[in-house]
């Protein structure tokens, strides 16, 4: 059962793994793979396992059975005419606490069999500042009408506009406080493990979308939402984003929404944090989401541990010196995720200085100021009625941009009888005359526009025969 499920980790835990990739391939419909035998790669004359003692070397997608990994496929395939899958199955993951990883890094990439390697880091959120509930009414600007917020308020006059009905939507990132007082979640059989010191993250994340504890208090975007969350850490205590989101996928349908509250720092191990999609089981996965139909909502990132000032995307190299985030480069790849920058809760909208921008940015949402439940910096401990007006960073701003995602899927569910594909809805997100501009402009400040829900609403009731023959289209087989 799920309490026997979600362990408490505090902060002794390694948070650095190196995830490679082999060279062959998995035929799904035989069940035959070319893959060399894990065991058996040999390093300078030996066994892996034996040149790095110690070594624990783990399938990365493990929670789920590779027959349902095939039923995903041949779904997204039917789906998505342009999707390719990957051979899920030749990724591996390799703990290295008694050894040198650099020095096993540098084994794996030089190996012949190994076709990609890479570290995989947890990292730490932004700054926050605490506070008391007296300011918490006035500081829910990202809930006005434009331009000050997405105007979730005029949302809540349409009927699906709270978030009630069958849209479902699975947070995932590593810590949650899950009996506040300001909203209610559900955990899943396979949520992992509930990391201690992110426990306050989560909450306030949960608390932009889902708040609500009586009629005069604040509420969140989507407060009748169904909610869910996937952590990071897995049950089998390892830190494995990948898998995490391979999980989640078997719990959404077409249309249902993923919130990956997550970022990572690049191959090298350098303090520059970037959207987790950088790392390559990350991308794919993601992609196998959006081939499915569901919307993944992306956190583009927070700057560094140390920097003040965020990464251009289309300045990241991948392990191979390829520019994957760049729109216009010949290496990029497209995920089909909504990526987020932050902005400042002053009207017009400024990029906050440790927001990460970008041509790959899809749409902004206030990143400054939050109120919501948790206490961040400090941890609330066990309380579960503490509340904070300093969320903010790409991590408040995506929180935002999937409750309006929600709340779009949710009225076009219970007025139309649709739903939108992921790319429909990045699609509405980035249409400049949807959308509140950002003071420079999508040019200059490459942090795109943030959804306005009043128009949004509008052009689903004028264009819904239209969307509904696509989505009609492009929806899976539930064979």
């Known amino acids: 059962m799920a309490g026997k499920t979600f362990l408490t980790m505090g902060n002794s835990v390694n948070l650095s793994r190196i995830i490679f990739k082999l060279s062959g391939r998995f035929d799904f419909a035989s069940g035959k793979d070319s893959f060399p035998d894990v065991p058996d790669l040999l390093v300078q004359g030996k066994r892996l396992s034996e040149h790095f003692p110690g070594s624990k070397i783990s399938a990365l997608f493990w929670s789920i059975h590779p027959k349902k990994i095939a039923s995903l496929i041949k779904k997204a395939i039917q789906s998505d005419l342009q999707y390719r899958p990957p051979d899920f199955l030749g990724y591996y993951a390799i703990d290295h606490q008694d050894y040198d990883g650099k020095a096993l890094m540098e084994s794996l990439l030089n190996h012949p069999q190994v076709e990609l390697a890479y570290f995989e880091m947890a990292s730490i ?8 509930k007296i300011q918490q009414v006035l500081l829910q600007q990202y809930l006005q009408p434009a331009p000050r917020g997405i105007d979730a308020q005029y949302a809540w ?6 978030g009630k009905g069958p849209v479902k939507f699975i947070d995932t990132e590593q810590g949650w406080i899950f009996d506040h007082e300001a909203y ?172 990460n921008y970008g041509d790959r ?51 076009a569910e219970v007025n139309y009888h649709f739903r939108l594909s992921p790319q429909q809805l990045r699609n509405l997100f980035r249409n400049d005359s949807l959308t509140t501009p950002s003071a420079k402009g999508r040019l200059v400040d490459k942090i795109g526009g943030m959804p306005d829900l009043k128009k949004i609403i509008g052009y689903l009731g004028q264009f819904s025969d239209q969307l509904s023959a696509e989505f009609l289209l492009h929806r899976p087989s539930k064979k």
């Open 125 to 132: 959120h932004p700054p926050f500042e605490a506070t008391s």
């Open 157 to 162: 006059g349409i009927k699906g506009g709270d």
């Open 184 to 355: 209610q979640v559900k955990q899943l059989s396979s949520t992992g493990l509930n990391a201690e010191v992110f426990r306050d993250h989560g909450a306030a994340v949960l608390g932009v979308l889902l708040m609500h504890t009586h009629e005069d208090a604040p509420r969140g975007i989507v407060p009748a939402a169904k909610g869910f969350v996937i952590s990071q850490w897995r049950p089998d205590r390892s830190f494995n984003t990948a898998d995490a989101i391979m999980d989640a996928i078997t719990h959404l349908n077409f249309g249902d929404i993923l919130l990956l509250e997550a970022q990572t720092t690049d191959q090298s191990g350098s303090e520059k944090h970037w959207p987790i999609e950088v790392h390559d089981a990350n991308f794919e996965v993601i992609r196998l989401a959006t081939a499915l139909g569901i919307t993944v909502i992306e956190a583009g990132g927070n700057g560094g541990k140390r920097a003040h000032n965020g990464n251009n995307l289309g300045d990241f190299d991948d392990y191979a010196g390829s520019r994957v985030l760049q729109p216009n480069d010949n290496s990029f790849r497209d995920s089909g995720a909504v990526l987020v920058a932050a902005a400042s809760v002053s009207v017009p909208h400024e990029k906050i200085s440790f927001s």
């Open 361 to 411: 940015i899809d749409c902004y949402a206030q990143g400054e100021l939050v109120f919501t439940a948790g206490s961040l910096p400090a941890s609330s401990k066990r309380s579960t009625d503490a509340y904070t007006w300093g969320f903010g960073g790409t991590s408040a701003a995506a929180a935002i941009i999937a409750g309006a995602a929600i709340a779009i899927q949710s009225i």
